[in-house]
Nanobody
């Protein structure tokens, strides 16, 4: 299984970006998908997560501005980021717990990261 993150870029403060995380390979189901970010000189932090039942959690810093979603048919997750602030500048990583054949046991996978830069 591979995760491919995309959608990062340079945006002005107040702007929007949508990140995508596409899972490929032998997949039974994606049980959970999460987005993390790591700013220069800081630890990686959880931004948002979503389960295959649609339950979501957000960090306080992005609540009300970011929306996480998942398309179970396309095996792709999304992070819609609105009202971006310079403090949102970071490399964003997606993570997914994916059930794989033949047993359906879930394994943890990470994407390669996509850079989001928000200018003031």
């Amino acid at each position: 299984v591979q995760l491919q993150a995309s959608g990062g870029g340079l945006v002005q403060a107040g702007g929007s970006l949508r990140l995508s995380c596409a899972a490929s390979g032998n997949i039974v189901s994606i049980n959970l998908m999460a987005w993390y970010r790591q700013a220069p000189g800081k630890q990686r932090e959880l931004v948002a997560r979503i389960t295959n039942l649609g339950s979501t959690n957000y960090s306080d810093s992005v609540k009300g501005r970011f929306t996480i979603s998942m398309d179970n048919v396309k095996n792709t997750g999304y992070l819609q980021m609105n009202s971006l602030e310079p403090e949102d500048t970071a490399v964003y990583y997606c993570e997914a717990w994916v059930s794989v054949p033949p047993t359906g046991v879930a394994h943890d996978y990470w994407g390669q990261g996509t850079l989001v830069t928000v200018s003031s």
